[in-house]
């Protein structure tokens, strides 16, 4: 198995310009969190899905982040507009949730940085 | 709400030297209870986790872990630790009424291993 993948590894964009990023979770897991990492603030929950649908999204900042699960095997993130404050490491994770397995499995992350 | 402390930001220890990173929780519910890894420029990879059962739990790389309910902790140790445990390691919590779906994360403690 490939394990999560999270396109693109690094985004560079100017404050104002729209941010998409993307993660394949592992097949078969049946749920999805996206997380938010700086030595500021440590790792963040900012939403999780489960079986597509988006259980709990008070972690997100503010209304210019939204994130979508349009199928088992995609999901995005998006920030607009960005802003300098919103560089960070952002790692997806998937979970099987079932069966008694409740571990997250990380992607390598996409580190941004807004200019 | 479910909250978790670790005690210690960075632990300075020498090869081959035991040690102990400490993890405290605060819950009203029954939980679940993570270790997690980071090296750096990488996603966290899970240690150990105790779900119920005994209380001590073994992990990869010789680590371990004991849940003490009475004192909400579940401090992390390893007999002999290598240079290559230098990295950052995250205890994590989740609700295992709700299913485990959310989990906090702690502040993360920084493992330094010298020569």
């Known amino acids: 198995d490939a394990g999560v993948i999270q396109s693109p590894r690094h985004e560079v964009t100017e404050m104002g310009q729209e941010v998409t990023l993307r993660c394949k979770p592992i097949?078969?897991?049946?749920?999805l969190f996206w997380y938010r990492q700086t030595m500021m603030r440590g790792l963040e929950l900012l939403i999780y899905?489960?079986?597509?649908?988006?259980?709990?999204d008070s972690g997100m900042p503010e209304d210019r982040f939204s994130a979508k699960m349009p199928n088992a095997s995609f999901s995005t993130l998006k920030i607009q507009p960005s802003e300098p404050r919103d560089s960070a490491v952002y790692f997806c994770a998937s979970s099987p949730t079932s069966g008694g397995d409740y571990e997250q499995y990380f992607g390598p992350g996409t580190r941004l940085t807004v200019t | 709400a479910q909250s978790v402390t670790q005690l210690d930001s960075q632990v300075p220890v020498f090869e081959e030297a035991p040690v102990e990173l400490r993890c405290n929780y605060s819950?009203?519910?029954?939980?679940?209870l993570f270790w997690y890894v980071q090296y750096p420029n990488q996603g966290l990879q899970l240690l150990l986790k105790y779900l119920s059962g005994s209380t001590l739990v073994k992990g990869i790389n010789g680590f371990e872990a004991e849940f003490n309910k009475s004192q909400t902790s579940f401090h992390l140790r390893k007999p002999s630790v290598h240079i290559s445990d230098t990295a950052e390691y995250f205890c994590a919590v989740s609700d295992a009424s709700t299913g485990g779906f959310k989990t906090i994360f702690g502040a993360g403690t920084r493992l330094f291993v010298k020569a």
């Open positions: 899905f489960n079986n597509n649908v988006p259980i709990d």
């Open positions: 097949s078969g897991h049946n749920s």
């Open positions: 819950s009203s519910v029954s939980v679940y």
